[in-house]
């Protein structure tokens, strides 16, 4: 939906525009009520003239009212007035997508008929509905509501967006950003091998008849091309590896098509369903963005801390703690990067009371519950299968990891994050639960054996149950090049109960120690990666061989036992 303004702001943006379009010698049209009329309907059989309206429209982010859609509707199909300037030029379209509020102009556009008429390859979209567990709206409908959330970033509705607003006011070429929003979906409709190879060949065809430019045309051919690469590198790589960095920076190429990428990503995620975007999917978007920036700037941090070399944090970390810091740069040292990155200062603090309070119970587990938002806080020292440990407890409570962050310092402690939903709200709605949960973790970390889970599904689920739903294929993939230090390991599949267990089980089996784990979830697909070492080297390829087979068992257990 359009941005929110009020009565006051739209009359202000209108004034702006005047009583008329451009290039009208007498007035068509006025701003009443915060939406535009019209006063000349008999004007609008000149095309330009209904381009050059709905351009000021989207200028000012002021909408058309629904008589005034009528009116041009009537016009149109009016056999006494014949139609002037009927095509529409490369020129005229894009200064429309060019507009701070493009999905003003385009809504009535697609309701009156006008882009079908200018984009034919939009129109094969028209309501048309893929049907899978992740996307909410029509194809069509999921391409105008991205556009719409990019305009939503003039003044972001929620926290979400504040990191991209100076990106949507800067960007260059916006045109090309909305152009390629507009196409990207349309190999949907198309019998092209897959949706990349069709929307290309979509733009094909209407660069040939809008006469784009070459370099244009490339931009947005880019855009397309690559349209989910950034999701796919926040989702499956670790964004605070520097080879990762180096190796999506090499994609890119420019810091402009960086830009565009990176709002034409936030778009296409936030218009999958509401609750696509998440806060956290969101945050991991930007920190790909500003550290494939620095690479660009060439000020791409080291891997690992020095704590000494960070007297602006240490300052700001001290400032949230008070007395007792001595102890503070031995907490640092060595940790990794993206620790210091995903973490503010007020939280690193936390976590070094944690720290200091070691000595008193080596065990220190903290578990915050809101609005069925559940993290898990765990801090010791290193230990063999603790990973494991921690998943096989979470699936024992029924709880259901969304994302897991694993860090250690130079001394071989260990912070691990688990983020959770608890489906039948435990937590929340027994006072005492809290704290026999973190009770379990220490008795299981104490006996040093990760527990089988017994699973508890939520209510009204099963076997059969969980067996149903949509095919997702297993997918195992092994990658050497994508970190200097370790082995990526890339597992899809369809996600349930205990899933992480059955993964982070068999890789401690196998001897594989875990650097760094990504979790995340699509509707019912999992994609988990991990970072894996073998006595501090990359796995060999017969390591690498047995673990698949072994893996593929693990998550295919589900399927076997139904």
């Given at each position: 939906?359009?941005?929110?303004?009020?009565?006051?702001?739209?009359?202000?943006?209108?004034?702006?525009?005047?009583?008329?379009?451009?290039?009208?010698?007498?007035?068509?049209?006025?701003?009443?009520?915060?939406?535009?009329?019209?006063?000349?309907?008999?004007?609008?059989?000149?095309?330009?003239?209904?381009?050059?309206?709905?351009?000021?429209?989207?200028?000012?982010?002021?909408?058309?009212?629904?008589?005034?859609?009528?009116?041009?509707?009537?016009?149109?199909?009016?056999?006494?007035?014949?139609?002037?300037?009927?095509?529409?030029?490369?020129?005229?379209?894009?200064?429309?997508?060019?507009?701070?509020?493009?999905?003003?102009?385009?809504?009535?556009?697609?309701r009156l008929g006008l882009l079908?008429?200018?984009?034919?390859?939009?129109?094969?979209i028209d309501s048309l509905v893929?049907?899978?567990?992740?996307?909410?709206?029509?194809?069509?409908?999921?391409?105008?509501?991205?556009?719409?959330?990019?305009?939503?970033?003039?003044?972001?509705?929620?926290?979400?967006?504040?990191?991209?607003?100076?990106?949507?006011?800067?960007?260059?070429?916006?045109?090309?950003?909305?152009?390629?929003?507009?196409?990207?979906?349309?190999?949907?409709?198309?019998?092209?091998?897959?949706?990349?190879?069709?929307?290309?060949?979509?733009?094909?065809?209407?660069?040939?008849?809008?006469?784009?430019?070459?370099?244009?045309?490339?931009?947005?051919?880019?855009?397309?091309?690559?349209?989910?690469?950034?999701?796919?590198?926040v989702q499956r790589r670790d964004?605070?590896?520097?080879?990762?960095?180096?190796?999506?920076?090499?994609?890119?190429?420019?810091?402009?098509?960086?830009?565009?990428?990176?709002?034409?990503?936030?778009?296409?995620?936030?218009?999958?369903?509401?609750?696509?975007?998440?806060?956290?999917?969101?945050?991991?978007?930007?920190?790909?963005?500003?550290?494939?920036?620095?690479?660009?700037?060439?000020?791409?941090?080291?891997?690992?801390?020095?704590?000494?070399?960070?007297?602006?944090?240490?300052?700001?970390?001290?400032?949230?703690?008070?007395?007792?810091?001595?102890?503070?740069?031995?907490?640092?040292?060595?940790?990794?990067?993206?620790?210091?990155?995903?973490?503010?200062?007020?939280?690193?603090?936390?976590?070094?009371?944690?720290?200091?309070?070691?000595?008193?119970?080596?065990?220190?587990?903290?578990?915050?519950?809101?609005?069925?938002?559940?993290?898990?806080?765990?801090?010791?020292?290193?230990?063999?299968?603790?990973?494991?440990?921690?998943?096989?407890?979470?699936?024992?409570?029924?709880?259901?990891?969304?994302?897991?962050?694993?860090?250690?310092?130079?001394?071989?402690?260990?912070?691990?994050?688990?983020?959770?939903?608890?489906?039948?709200?435990?937590?929340?709605?027994?006072?005492?639960?809290?704290?026999?949960?973190?009770?379990?973790?220490?008795?299981?970390?104490?006996?040093?054996?990760?527990?089988?889970?017994?699973?508890?599904?939520?209510?009204?689920?099963?076997?059969?149950?969980?067996?149903?739903?949509?095919?997702?294929?297993?997918?195992?993939?092994?990658?050497?090049?994508?970190?200097?230090?370790?082995?990526?390991?890339?597992?899809?599949?369809?996600?349930?109960?205990?899933?992480?267990?059955?993964?982070?089980?068999?890789?401690?089996?196998?001897?594989?120690?875990?650097?760094?784990?990504?979790?995340?979830?699509?509707?019912?697909?999992?994609?988990?990666?991990?970072?894996?070492?073998?006595?501090?080297?990359?796995?060999?390829?017969?390591?690498?061989?047995?673990?698949?087979?072994?893996?593929?068992?693990?998550?295919?257990?589900?399927?076997?036992?139904?």
């Open positions: 939906t359009p941005v929110p303004r009020t009565l006051r702001q739209r009359i202000l943006s209108a004034a702006t525009l005047g009583p008329r379009s451009e290039g009208v010698g007498g007035k068509v049209f006025a701003v009443r009520e915060g939406l535009i009329e019209i006063l000349d309907q008999n004007a609008l059989a000149d095309r330009a003239i209904i381009f050059s309206l709905l351009t000021d429209a989207g200028r000012a982010g002021v909408p058309l009212s629904r008589r005034s859609e009528r009116t041009i509707s009537y016009i149109m199909k009016h056999p006494e007035l014949p139609v002037k300037n009927p095509k529409v030029s490369w020129a005229v379209l894009r200064d429309l997508l060019a507009t701070d509020y493009p999905g003003i102009a385009l809504r009535p556009m697609q079908a008429g200018v984009l034919p390859e939009f129109a094969r893929v049907r899978d567990f992740y996307h909410r709206y029509t194809v069509d409908e999921h391409s105008m509501r991205a556009i719409e959330h990019l305009q939503e970033l003039a003044a972001p509705p929620d926290a979400r967006g504040n990191h991209f607003q100076a990106l949507w006011k800067t960007v260059e070429r916006r045109d090309l950003l909305i152009f390629a929003l507009l196409l990207h979906d349309v190999g949907k409709a198309m019998t092209a091998e897959n949706v990349n190879e069709g929307s290309l060949e979509a733009l094909e065809s209407a660069a040939e008849r809008l006469q784009l430019s070459a370099t244009e045309k490339e931009e947005v051919r880019f855009l397309i091309k690559h349209q989910t690469d950034m999701a796919a590198t964004i605070f590896d520097p080879g990762t960095i180096a190796t999506f920076a090499t994609t890119v190429g420019t810091q402009e098509r960086l830009q565009r990428l990176c709002l034409f990503t936030y778009a296409d995620i936030h218009a999958v369903n509401p609750e696509a975007l998440t806060p956290w999917k969101a945050e991991m978007l930007w920190q790909l963005y500003s550290k494939t920036a620095n690479y660009f700037s060439h000020t791409l941090d080291s891997d690992r801390l020095h704590a000494s070399d960070e007297r602006t944090l240490l300052e700001q970390i001290r400032e949230n703690i008070g007395d007792g810091g001595e102890q503070l740069e031995t907490f640092l040292e060595g940790f990794p990067r993206r620790y210091m990155a995903m973490h503010s200062a007020a939280e690193i603090a936390g976590h070094f009371a944690l720290y200091r309070e070691l000595g008193k119970r080596p065990i220190q587990i903290v578990v915050k519950t809101a609005n069925n938002a559940n993290t898990l806080t765990l801090m010791t020292q290193d230990r063999p299968q603790l990973f494991a440990t921690l998943a096989s407890v979470l699936a024992n409570q029924g709880m259901n990891i969304v994302t897991a962050d694993a860090f250690a310092n130079a001394a071989g402690i260990v912070l691990d994050t688990f983020r959770f939903t608890d489906l039948q709200r435990t937590l929340e709605q027994k006072p005492k639960a809290a704290e026999q949960f973190e009770q379990r973790f220490v008795e299981a970390i104490d006996a040093g054996t990760p527990m089988e889970p017994r699973v508890r599904a939520p209510q009204g689920s099963s076997k059969e149950k969980a067996a149903k739903g949509p095919e997702i294929e297993s997918s195992i993939y092994f990658d050497d090049k994508a970190s200097e230090h370790s082995t990526l390991l890339e597992i899809v599949t369809k996600d349930r109960p205990g899933l992480l267990y059955d993964i982070s089980s068999t890789l401690v089996r196998l001897g594989c120690n875990i650097e760094v784990a990504l979790i995340d979830t699509e509707g019912q697909k999992a994609i988990d990666v991990f970072y894996l070492t073998d006595h501090g080297k990359k796995l060999s390829s017969m390591k690498q061989e047995s673990l698949r087979e072994m893996l593929y068992l693990a998550v295919e257990a589900i399927k076997r036992a139904s």
